[in-house]
Every structure is written in C-alpha cells, then in structure tokens.
C-alpha cells in the first residue's frame, strides 16, 4: 500500500503562486494531481511518469501549472502560477502503475490539501 502525504496548500490572492508537496512512501510508474471543488466531481489536472517525465496537463491548468518531481526522494510537486478563484479546491496527489491509470483511476490516493484562491 503506498502512502501519500501532500503539503503546501493554503489561502492566496488571485495572480498568486502556490506550491504543493507529496511525499510518497514508495516509487510508482506514475504520479499526478487532481482537485475537487466545493459540489463538483473530482477532476484532473496533472500527471508524471518517471519514464521520460513526460506530463499531462488539463487545458483548465496549461500554462500556469507545472508538474514536476524527484523520484529519487519519492517526492512530487505542483507549481501554481497565476492562481484564479475558480482553481478554488481540495487538491489530492495520486499514484498508479502506469500514465493512463493515474490520469483516470489512480491506484493510490493522499488525503488532500486545501487550496483557496480570493478575489
């Protein structure tokens, strides 16, 4: 069973940055992120796979978000650039065996951390 811990949310003004942390306790093929807003399904944003680091990104995030990781540590992030009130959401950090899994039913999940976004 692989655990994963996030860190790093928070409240921040509209054009902000944020930085999210997940600490894994073990290596898997692939990682990402996803978010849940307030009476909105779960929905992607991000994936990594350590092969490669090739990513994915949803179009909401293109361009203001980065994926990134040091699968040495175990360790993803997720820089948010430019932060709007509608990116407003828990975010959760998953893992999986392979880059379609953790895109669409991860195997693992972590517990979330809170984003909020103020205008």
């Known amino acids: 069973q692989v655990q994963l811990v996030e860190s790093g949310g928070g409240l921040v003004q509209t054009g902000g940055s944020l930085r999210l942390s997940c600490a894994a306790s073990e290596r898997t093929s692939a990682m990402g992120w996803f978010r849940q807003a307030p009476g909105k399904q779960r929905e992607f944003v991000a994936a990594?796979?350590?092969?490669?680091?090739?990513?994915q990104y949803a179009t909401s995030v293109k361009g203001r978000f980065t994926i990134s990781g040091d699968n040495a540590k175990n360790t993803l992030y997720l820089q948010m650039n430019s932060l709007k009130p509608e990116d407003t959401a828990v975010y959760y950090c998953a893992a999986g065996a392979n880059e379609y899994i953790v895109t669409t039913r991860p195997n693992y999940w972590g517990q979330g951390t809170q984003v909020t976004v103020s205008s």
């Open positions: 990594i796979t350590w092969s490669g680091y090739s990513t």
